[in-house]
């Protein structure tokens, strides 16, 4: 069979880790082209910005649902196989409120929060919390082993993974999404583009999805550490706040939350904001700041903000002709790219194959 030229637009989690899947297949040459690469910080790369951590969200039956489903166990093979990737296990510790039913975050975390929670056979021990164990005003209590990435290292480590496998990355700023066929790394026309563009797909001509719009996120990264991690169905600071707490792998510092304020998105570090999100970390989670229980014992790494690329429907994987090129589109993973990363990236992996037998029946007729 012929090579395939293959060019995927797009480096954050969903292009590489796409780049590293279908870098499998030795019949295609793969060139990954971006205006962002591991490394960069930028408001327009929303990948560096996460926790990162697997927190199943996914409504029963949804694409989401599945591709965490099919994420999880690579995830848990990573960790046990690849220490140079950034992740680890971490003990998890999940908080319900009855009173933020219905708010932004409490919807978010609507499936996570339930203590018969559909993921209560895919993640290893978990269990419901006694009442007497949780926190003022939680209803709901879930604990369970999970895995939290350490992007400044999984990132390269997924760009890698690529390298070593024959794809050749490249920097460059595609004006329409079918330039990207005039971008693979042998100067000949690709045949498949893959669509990677997270919330630039919003604008980005020949893609245009007048559905795709950012969340804001806001972080702050310390280097104290919480010994698990914790997450609560909302706070009573805003509709659109949460309280979150995670530890990076490999001394990648601590991840504390946050946000999901739709529709904003401000790149600047909002400072009532980071207080009130230190605030409440303290609090869920004491044991951040031994010494004095206060704030003031936080050593702050840096602040943060990142654009969570949301799409009404949920996330796009679909083929679609543009220009008479074949493109995959693979792209609103909001705020679960990491941990629907590799269920995402085998479902494009179909489409390519889909593409490539219809044009080798196609090239027989
Ligand atoms: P991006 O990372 O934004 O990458 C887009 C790529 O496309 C970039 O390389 C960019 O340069 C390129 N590009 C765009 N336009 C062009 C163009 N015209 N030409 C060339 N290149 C172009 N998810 C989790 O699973 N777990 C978490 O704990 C988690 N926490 C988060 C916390 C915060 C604060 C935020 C903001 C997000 C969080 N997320 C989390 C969500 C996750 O970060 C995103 O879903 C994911 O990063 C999206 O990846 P992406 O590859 O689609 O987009």
């Known amino acids: 069979m012929p090579e395939t030229r293959v060019v995927i637009v797009g480096a954050g989690v969903i292009g590489l880790t796409t780049a590293v899947v279908l870098s499998q297949n030795k019949n295609l040459s793969i060139t990954v082209v971006a205006k962002h690469m591991p490394g960069d910080y930028d408001i327009e790369y ?21 591709f965490e489903r099919d994420t999880w166990p690579q995830l848990a093979k990573i960790v046990e196989d690849h220490p140079e990737a950034g992740a680890h296990f971490q003990e998890t510790f999940v908080y319900g409120r009855k009173k933020d039913e219905g708010t932004a975050t409490g919807e978010w975390f609507r499936e996570l929060v339930k203590e018969d929670a559909w993921f209560r056979d895919l993640m290893p021990k978990f269990r419901t919390l006694p009442p007497t164990s949780l926190p003022p ?68 001509p020949g893609v245009m999805d007048s559905t795709v719009y950012p969340a804001r996120g806001q972080i702050v990264l310390v280097r104290n550490s919480p010994g698990a991690m914790y997450t609560t169905s909302g706070t009573d600071d805003g509709e659109d706040e949460a309280v979150y707490v995670m530890e990076r792998a490999a001394g990648g510092g601590t991840v504390i939350g946050g946000c999901l304020q739709h529709g904003e998105s401000e790149s600047g570090v909002d400072p009532n904001l980071a207080n009130r999100i230190m605030q409440r970390a303290v609090e869920l989670c004491p044991q951040l700041v031994p010494k004095t229980g206060k704030v003031t014992e936080l050593s702050v790494v840096r602040h943060g903000v990142g654009l969570r690329p949301m799409r009404k429907e949920g996330i796009r994987v679909e083929k679609e002709k543009v220009n008479g090129v074949w493109v995959v589109h693979q792209y609103g993973h909001a705020g679960y790219g990491y941990q629907s990363s590799w269920g995402s990236a085998w479902e494009a992996e179909r489409l390519v194959e889909e593409i490539l037998r219809e044009e080798g029946a196609k090239a027989k007729l």
């Open 46 to 66: 929303a990948s560096p910005w996460a926790g990162a951590n697997f927190l199943p969200v996914g409504k029963p039956g949804s694409l989401l649902q599945k």
């Open 137 to 204: 005003s939680c209803t709901t209590g879930t604990s369970f082993t999970s895995v939290c990435l350490n992007t400044a290292l999984y990132l390269p480590w997924l760009a890698s993974q690529a390298l070593s496998s024959g794809v050749i990355l490249k920097r460059s700023i595609l004006p329409h999404i079918t330039a990207a066929r005039h971008q693979h790394h042998t100067s000949a026309p690709a045949h498949i583009i893959l669509n990677c563009t997270g919330l630039a797909s919003a604008t980005l």
